[in-house]
């Protein structure tokens, strides 16, 4: 009787041991912080919302003609592949042109902000960013002060990329509403595209009325250099301001259209 009562003691301080141990090791891998890495990201923009959006209100059948046309050869959503390579308070942002879901060139998809694909490099101890971007014909190198966000942070968390995130809302560009998802994980304060301000980095982005979505996929933690992160160089220079009046300029006769085309190349 004993030494049946000396096993199970035994037992429970094996089982015992084993949970503590379980318990630290999973503290232990919340506390790790990603100093430095390359974050993929997944972009979708839901071109068939986006296709219907553009065609409302418009009578000829040549609209509805091209639409279905479209749907026929191309899935709902378009899909491009980005990264986000980060350092300290240093970051480069660009596009994976090779990973990208086959779309014609259907004059009717034509959509600034799903075909935006601007190279973005930040530096959060200055405060400043070196956008490339491709402006139809034109290149241009943007570089300017980081956009002011007023992000509201709230309770709502979900996982991305093994990651636990926190939910914070804003609106920007005085009419676009964004939801950002962000991981104090990795102490970093941007994001995909130009997105910053947050108490870690951003790993989920969305424009619900936009039909746009950023996630990440995948986080790799991995030493970067300098020359990881080293702007863009190539374009006519500028900054934000100058790009807007050129753009103001250029869009004049768009009527509808030009809203929504400049409201993409201010991102």
Not at 36 to 51: D, Q, R, T
Not at 76 to 91: A, D, E, G
Not at 146 to 155: G, M, Q
Not at 226 to 248: F, H, S, V
Request: with cysteine; aromatic share 10%; hydrophobic share 35%.
């Amino acid at each position: 009787m004993k030494t049946l009562i000396n096993r199970i003691l035994l037992l429970i301080i094996v089982l015992t041991s084993c949970n503590t141990f379980a318990q630290n090791d999973h503290v232990a891998q919340n506390d790790h912080f990603v100093q430095s890495g390359v974050i993929e990201f997944e972009k979708k923009s839901n071109m068939y919302a986006l296709i219907t959006k553009k065609i409302k209100g418009e009578t000829e059948s040549y609209y509805k003609l091209a639409f279905e046309s479209y749907k026929k050869n191309n899935p709902q959503f378009k899909t491009v592949k980005s990264t986000l390579t980060f350092s300290k308070n240093k970051s480069l942002y660009k596009w994976n042109e090779t990973n990208e879901t086959p779309n014609n060139s259907s004059w009717i998809a034509d959509d600034a902000m799903a075909n935006l694909k601007n190279i973005i490099a930040t530096d959060l101890d200055t405060q400043t960013s070196t956008t490339q971007k491709n402006v139809y014909d034109d290149l241009y190198l943007v570089k300017d002060s980081l956009r002011k966000i007023d992000w509201k942070i709230t309770d709502e968390t979900r996982e991305i990329a093994g990651y636990e995130c926190r939910r914070a809302n804003a609106i920007i560009i005085d009419s676009v509403y964004v939801v950002a998802y962000y991981t104090i994980q990795i102490p970093f304060s941007g994001g995909p595209e130009s997105f910053t301000g947050l108490p870690g980095t951003i790993l989920g982005l969305a424009m619900p009325h936009e039909n746009m979505t950023w996630f990440a996929t995948k986080v790799t933690e991995i030493p970067v250099t300098d020359k990881d992160l080293a702007p863009p160089i190539k374009g006519k220079p500028t900054d934000n301001k100058g790009l807007n009046k050129i753009l103001l300029d250029a869009l004049k006769d768009w009527g509808k259209w030009a809203r929504k085309t400049l409201q993409a190349y201010s991102m």
